[in-house]
């Protein structure tokens, strides 16, 4: 049988295990239980190091665009930051280029943080990584890229294109 129809939630042959969405759920639920415990060691939680992680990546940044990348809805990145702020972790300014934007930077205590919670979870990343050739994670990488660019074409606040060339 077709794993795409038995991971259609509109057909009668659905399987839940089949269904991408919720195996890719059930995949960030264990990776966020096995490293949770090992961030609270050393004073984060999830939101904060996808927080540091993003930032770590490139700072300074606005909220809105570090809520995005963490898949944080605004209003909830906005007191994560601001808590964050509070613990000497980042530090808030206005934009040089638009003073309605509030960019976050990387204080030393975020940046020895960062690299605390970066030397926690690359172990388990490369044990989860295991038995992958890069060949394979290359493939895995452009096949969620997929799924998310497919999701644009049902999403409202991302306008259409005219014609899409990957059909």
């Known amino acids: 049988m077709d794993n795409r129809i038995l991971g259609d939630p509109g057909t009668s042959a659905f399987q ?21 415990p090992r961030l609270r060691e050393i004073g984060l939680d999830i939101p904060y190091w ?16 570090i809520a995005s990348a963490a ?6 990145m906005t007191r994560i930051i601001q808590r964050m702020a509070a613990a ?5 300014g206005e934009s040089a280029e638009d003073g309605r ?3 976050v930077s990387l204080l030393p205590l975020g940046e020895a943080k960062l690299a605390e919670a970066r030397s926690i979870t690359a ?17 895995l990488l ?13 999403d409202p606040s991302r306008p259409r294109k005219a014609q899409d060339s990957r059909k």
């Open 16 to 36: 839940v295990e089949k269904y991408p969405f919720f195996l890719l759920n059930r995949l960030v639920g264990r990776y966020n239980g096995v490293i949770e």
């Open 71 to 76: 898949v944080i809805p605004l209003s909830t």
């Open 142 to 154: 452009t096949l969620l890229e997929q799924l998310h660019a497919n999701l644009d074409l049902f």
């Open 123 to 139: 172990p388990v990343y490369a044990g989860i990584i295991r038995g992958f050739s890069a060949r394979d994670f290359d493939r």
């Open 50 to 65: 996808r927080v540091l992680m993003i930032l770590g990546e490139h700072s300074p940044r606005g909220v809105r665009d």
């Open 101 to 103: 934007v509030t960019e």
């Open 88 to 92: 000497g972790l980042v530090s808030l």
